[in-house]
């Protein structure tokens, strides 16, 4: 059949006879031979041509049959039905070859739509990931919330315990010893410079207590002479305060960075150091400041015990109200925020805030300038 449908001729009579002889000396029934037929040129011969040809190839495989048959028919009403069969199995096999590329389109819209189907369910995987992380998101700012509101309340309270015992005491003080200076001055002179000194001591020692209650809230160095000297002073005094060495590493450029952006460093690092102290045991702790490709990158280490970070994230101690805020400080302007923690080692916050390509620009013209004028 090959050979034939090659030729694109007319049927090759010997070779149809030669087959239709063939089958009848097998004794293979005509209508097995009717489905080998179409088996063949279906399944084996249509599929590798093109579809412009398939109908004329179905025609002439159909003429080869109708003479395969005919060969093998004696008389003439045996040879008129042989020519009927030729074209029953010629229009049996266009019906099949339509049937057949029916199934491969249906076969095809079956993949694409098990493939939507694979989508979707990964896309609603996806979904239900994020809203699950939303909702561990949603819950820890209302944690964050509550233990603001607390912080804050608590942070009122302390100032106004101190205020109280401490400044309006002193100045209630204060007031008592003029009155005692009036009368005494009225009386005789005699122990009023005594008084008066006292008296100034008292006042300076308030005035001090206000100072301590400014610098506490914010630092008045940070506004005048930048970050550098604001850190310094701050773990200064932290040393002196806890014991704890402190060594400070930064980036000169750091300066240049927008108000709010340093605030945030130097309220990181306060917030680092006040853990230290309160949680960590720790004899020393480093802080790092350097710059990166388009971001400045804050490590403050320390060498004391560690904890389970995610554990302290979700609970609602001043510990995780502090780590929360130092995180949301950060991301607030774009940055990023992560901790590290490992028995033997110690604790690392790493906080990353990006710059604008001006600055790293700038940064980039400094550097150049500067390795120039060494050479």
């Known amino acids: 059949m090959r050979h034939h449908l090659d030729q694109k001729l007319r049927p090759d009579k010997q070779v149809a006879c030669q087959m239709g002889n063939e089958v009848r000396a097998a004794r293979v029934h005509m209508l097995d031979f009717a489905k080998l037929h179409e088996h063949i040129l279906v399944m084996e011969i249509l599929p590798s041509c093109p579809p412009r040809r398939q109908a004329f190839l179905i025609r002439h495989a159909g003429n080869f049959f109708a003479a395969a048959v005919s060969a093998t028919a004696e008389g003439k009403e045996s040879k008129r039905d042989s020519a009927r069969l030729g074209k029953t199995i010629e229009s049996l096999s266009g019906r099949t070859v339509e049937l057949a590329a029916t199934n491969r389109q249906l076969r095809l819209e079956i993949i694409q739509r098990k493939k939507a189907e694979t989508a979707l369910r990964n896309s609603e995987r996806e979904l239900r990931k994020a809203f699950e992380k939303s909702e561990v998101l949603k819950e820890q700012l209302r944690g964050l919330s509550r233990q603001i509101l607390t912080a804050q309340e608590e942070e009122r309270k302390k100032i106004s315990r101190e205020l109280h015992d401490v400044v309006a005491q002193a100045l209630l003080g204060i007031n008592v010893r003029l009155a005692m200076l009036t009368k005494q001055a009225a009386i005789s002179a005699k122990g009023l410079a005594r008084n008066v000194t006292a008296t100034q001591k008292m006042i300076t020692k308030s005035a001090e207590t206000v ?136 604790t690392k916050i790493i906080a990353r805030i990006p710059v604008s390509k001006a600055t790293e620009k700038k940064w980039r013209i400094e550097a150049a300038t500067a390795q120039h004028n060494k050479s």
């Open 211 to 346: 100072h301590q209650f400014a610098r506490s809230l914010r630092p008045p160095v940070l506004d005048d002479l930048g970050l550098i000297p604001a850190l310094h002073a701050f773990m200064k005094n932290f040393t002196a305060r806890t014991g704890v060495r402190t060594h400070l590493t930064v980036f000169a450029g750091v300066e240049e960075l927008s108000s709010v952006n340093r605030t945030v460093l130097y309220r990181v690092v306060q917030e680092a150091l006040c853990n230290v102290a309160h949680h960590a045991q720790a004899s020393r702790v480093k802080v790092n400041i350097h710059k990166e490709e388009q971001s400045i990158l804050m490590e403050v280490s320390d060498n004391g015990c560690a904890f389970e970070v995610q554990q302290v994230f979700l609970a609602h101690g001043p510990k995780g109200l502090g780590l929360l805020g130092m995180r949301e400080r950060v991301e607030m302007i774009g940055g990023t925020f992560a901790i590290e923690s490992e028995q033997g080692i110690g």
